[in-house]
């Protein structure tokens, strides 16, 4: 293999630790005089958006920043519940810079890009630093000290957190920073407002087209440089963890005028979400990751049981994945955690009304902390009952907030009988292919966060979207930006009533107007419905040839059948989020052929990617490292269209090895 030419990581030379220090040192700068004088858009205001925004502000840049929601405070980002991974080593327990670099990279099977996974690691430990000054209510020991937890890949505890709404307490702190700088006027906020397409002039991204979602109206920005960070694309598979909002429309449109997508078929499955419960459902909730820090998962070891949890003995009780991986127990990474539900539940050995679920369960957990509490206190010969409440007592303080929500949802107290969970989708480690400054092949157009696919490879650890939102934000963006703006200072700002501008908008509002006109018999909901079962049925947890090739058939007569039978309701002009809806239902159709059509090349199976004629005799991942030790960026050629371009992933420092958690 050889990279393409059309790829250029831009990755420094020099020792592994040293890159990002030495190119911090080297990088072009803009002065501040002229900083004033560069306009950046950053569209989507989560954790990368937010910290970008609000940090490019504070040097001095002018931005203005875009989000679909009514408020920034609304984005994603605010779901997440388990903590963000920092190397700090608070615990004392063998963590460092490198180990955090060495876990990603496995955690990921070996399919991530060497030079931005250490970069991250590195900036991890400023991260906690940043949002504890912003004041980050990050839970505390007894002492003061910053808690940590663990998370699933990991032998160490670095994940710090806040309860289980770590994402909200994070993303207040990068809102409060980014309002601070709209108060002084260097971020001009547009809500509600929609990214509908990127603007290109002589090969560089120059703005965007924006359509205000409360009037209709389609505008025009201009930008010298157009950062996107506008989060996953989950929800091409209907039901997610995900916000319902949550789409791939703006990485979409910047695919279509350049950017290539690097390993769209890279998606994650959540092993801890609550079932489905039936076909009302349009989400799924998550329940965090952090909870397998403390429950045990479990299955009867009989099949179809279909006693009460609590009348299972313990002897007649499975805990898989401490039986299948004694060194990580229920601590694997997610891909590997929920390959073992599904096979599990698939033999016959699931639990609940639907047998798709398996049980997590904290009653050793609570006896275990009623103990050292009764301990604690001095209490001697303290009855069952008591042990009991004051362990209780210490689950509640740590994830209360996940018990209720769980409580709130099924109608079940999980402090008296176990969870039941099922893997869900959650995350995407796919994205638009970035180099080491996190542009895109756009020159000009960024894409940060969950937006990119570079840092995460095959699989992410848990604890780490978080962590690189904040870093690419906050740390990344704020000096590899000027490496190209230091050339556009003598650019001034271009017209909107420049030709591409009027032409990008032009072809915006036709594909408005025909959406509306169609006037067919189907809802846009109806058709992202039918798109998720294909997808989920067919390049979902398991992928095969056959199945991928059927999808991909079936999903294109989709596409005829939505541009001749959707149905939106209301008018163009006018608030109308049902013409939002069949916009995004759209581009989710035409991402879910690419993403078959890379499930389908990929003849492995490496961390969620898992076609089923590539295993182990055990059941586990087997990679083909000889023909597929690459990035695979596609560049949208026309409909249905693709050009595949490899980029090598070299490993100089990492000693490759099939994945063992055993």
């Not at 030709?499 to 058709?527: N, W």
């Not at 490496?606 to 695979?632: K, S």
Request: charged content about 25%; proline content about 3%; some cysteine.
């Amino acid at each position: 293999m050889a990279t393409s030419p059309k790829l250029d990581a831009k990755i420094p030379d020099g020792l592994l630790e040293s890159k990002w220090t030495k190119y911090r040192s080297t990088v072009a700068l803009v002065n501040p005089a002229n900083k004033r004088k560069l306009e950046i858009i950053v569209v989507g205001t989560g954790l990368a958006g937010a910290s970008a925004a609000a940090t490019l502000a504070e040097l001095g840049y002018s931005v203005k920043a875009f989000c679909f929601q009514d408020s920034a405070r609304r984005a994603h980002s605010i779901a997440a519940q388990g903590g963000i991974n920092a190397a700090k080593n608070y615990q004392n327990d063998g963590d460092s810079t490198y180990r955090l670099f060495y876990d990603t990279i496995k955690g990921g099977d070996y399919r991530a890009r060497e030079g931005n996974v250490y970069r991250l690691a590195q900036v991890s430990a400023s991260i906690i630093d940043q949002c504890v000054a912003q004041g980050v209510p990050f839970a505390r020991e007894y002492g003061g000290l910053l808690s940590n937890r663990s998370f699933g890949g990991t032998q160490v505890q670095r994940t710090f957190y806040a309860a289980g709404q770590t994402g909200q307490q994070l993303l207040l702190g990068a809102y409060s920073g980014l309002q601070r700088q709209v108060g002084l006027g260097t971020v001009k906020m547009y809500s509600r407002h929609e990214m509908l397409d990127v603007v290109v002039i002589d090969g560089k991204c120059r703005g965007i087209i924006a359509r205000n979602l409360v009037t209709g109206e389609v505008e025009r920005h201009f930008g010298h440089a157009v950062l996107l960070c506008t989060g996953g694309y989950g929800n091409v598979f209907y039901l997610s963890t995900n916000a319902m909002g949550s789409n791939v429309t703006a990485a979409w449109k910047a695919h279509k005028k350049g950017a290539f997508f690097g390993n769209p078929c890279f998606t994650q499955i959540h092993p801890t979400c609550i079932p489905v419960s039936g076909d009302h459902q349009s989400k799924l909730t998550l329940m965090s990751e952090s909870l397998r820090n403390d429950g045990r998962i479990w299955v009867p070891k009989k099949k179809n049981d279909t006693r009460p949890a609590d009348q299972i003995p313990e002897d007649e009780r499975d805990y898989y994945l401490e039986r299948r991986y004694p060194a990580f127990g229920n601590l694997v990474p997610r891909d590997i955690a929920s390959r073992a539900a599904k096979e599990r539940c698939d033999a016959g050995y699931g639990v609940g009304t639907s047998k798709m679920a398996v049980y997590l369960d904290y009653s050793a957990a609570i006896q275990r902390y009623g103990k050292g509490e009764v301990n604690k206190l001095n209490l001697h010969d303290a009855s069952a009952e008591k042990i009991t409440e004051l362990g209780k007592a210490v689950v509640k303080e740590k994830y209360g907030n996940l018990f209720d929500m769980y409580k709130q949802i099924t109608g079940e107290d999980p402090y008296e009988v176990p969870m039941r969970i099922y893997p869900a989708v959650h995350y995407t480690m796919g994205g638009l292919w970035v180099d080491y400054n996190l542009m895109t092949t756009v020159p000009g157009l960024y894409a940060l966060g969950e937006a990119n696919f570079s840092d995460h490879g095959a699989n992410r650890l848990g604890a780490s979207a978080l962590m690189q939102g904040l870093a690419d934000g906050y740390f990344v963006i704020p000096y590899t930006i000027g490496a190209y703006l230091a050339n556009e200072i003598r650019t001034n700002a271009i017209s909107t009533d420049h030709p591409a501008f009027v032409e990008a908008e032009k072809q915006v509002k036709d594909r408005i107007t025909k959406l509306v006109s169609i006037q067919g018999k189907t809802s846009p909901e109806a058709f992202h419905k039918r798109l998720g079962k294909i997808m989920w049925d067919k390049c979902g947890m398991a992928r095969n040839e056959a199945g991928l090739k059927e999808a991909i058939s079936e999903i294109q007569a989709l596409k005829k059948e939505f541009w001749s039978d959707v149905r939106v309701m209301g008018d163009v002009d006018e608030f109308n989020p049902e013409l939002d809806k069949a916009g995004r239902v759209a581009d989710f159709i035409e991402l879910g052929e690419l993403m078959c059509r890379d499930a389908l090349n990929r003849n492995e199976s490496c961390g969620g990617h898992f076609r089923e004629e590539y295993q182990t005799e055990e059941g586990e991942a087997l990679r083909d490292d000889e023909n597929y030790m690459y990035v695979a960026a596609w560049e949208h050629q026309g409909e249905s269209q693709w050009e595949l371009h490899k980029e090598d992933l070299v490993y100089e420092n990492i000693k490759i090895a099939q994945r063992s958690y055993k």
